[in-house]
């Protein structure tokens, strides 16, 4: 995403904040009117977040291939741009609704003491769990941030490479897998001495992808590339290890026989 673009959807969100933080303080827009205005906006600034976040997944940053080098290892990290805005996007959200929380506090004291006991009892259980989710949200934002340029999703050595198990990345669920990258821990390993095949699928749509075949099972490698050369560096390494594995195969077969 272009830092233009960045910076028009923050100054959108921010500007839709200080909108509902004048509506909390005025007295012009009656109750319950206001509270039905700043739900209304509260919709519309988790729209402008999940477009944020999408774009961040889709865009194309000009930054370089990021990964470590080392003899038989490359370590392909998940880039340092997307990681942050992620995670300061799980920050600030939070931070908007504790604050929304504090305006709307003296108003739901005041429905306690006036409407019924099965209104007050669903306003209350809402709010708890409204709560407990956005301040999750916050802790594990404030995590995401700490390690946002050590989130490593491949890994690839002389004999092997390592990977996050979602074999559905391709799909529909794309979206959702791709979030899932920046906090999963365990990878699987697979050898290229194993029954693996490689092949590029490019589609202008929906972005190029690798499709990998192991042991019968076809699938698309999760990987959130920058641009389609870094994709390309990642397909060719692959598959000059899986040339390599295939030939220390074939080197092994007379010394059998």
Same mark, same amino acid.
């Given at each position: 995403m272009e830092h233009k673009k960045l910076i028009q959807f923050i100054a959108? &969100?921010?500007?839709?904040? !200080? &909108?509902t933080m004048f &509506?909390? !303080?005025?007295?012009t827009i009656s109750y319950p009117f206001n509270i039905y205005l700043m739900i209304g906006i509260c919709v519309v600034m988790l729209l402008l977040v999940t477009k944020l976040i999408y774009?961040? /997944?889709?865009?194309?940053?000009?930054?370089?291939v990021h990964y470590q080098d080392r003899p038989g290892r490359k370590t392909f990290f998940i880039s340092p741009y997307r990681s942050t805005t992620l995670s300061v996007v799980m920050i600030l959200f939070p =931070?908007?609704? /504790?604050? =929304? /929380?504090a305006q709307l506090f003296p108003v739901f004291i005041k429905d306690i003491q006036t409407e019924f006991v099965i209104k007050v009892i669903i306003i209350a259980v809402f709010s708890v769990i409204v709560l407990c989710a956005a301040f999750y949200c916050l802790l594990t934002g404030i995590k995401l941030f700490i390690r946002r340029k050590k989130i490593v999703q491949l890994i690839i050595d002389d004999d092997s490479f390592e990977f996050f198990p979602i074999y559905d990345f391709g799909s529909t669920t794309r979206s959702t897998n791709a979030v899932s990258m920046f906090f999963r821990k365990e990878m699987k390993k697979a050898y290229f001495t194993d029954q693996v095949r490689i092949e590029m699928v490019k589609d202008k749509w929906q972005g190029n992808k690798i499709?990998?075949?192991?042991?019968?099972?076809?699938?698309? =490698?999760?990987?959130?590339?920058?641009d389609t050369n870094e994709l390309e560096e990642v397909y060719q390494t692959l598959q000059q290890r899986l040339q390599k594995g295939k030939q220390s195969i074939n080197d092994q077969l007379p010394k059998n026989r």
């Open positions: 959108a &969100i921010i500007g839709l904040a !200080m &909108i &509506i909390s !303080m005025s007295n774009d961040v /997944f889709t865009a194309d940053p000009s930054v370089p =931070l908007f609704f /504790f604050y =929304l /929380f499709r990998m075949y192991m042991e019968g099972v076809g699938f698309y =490698l999760p990987y959130l590339y920058n």
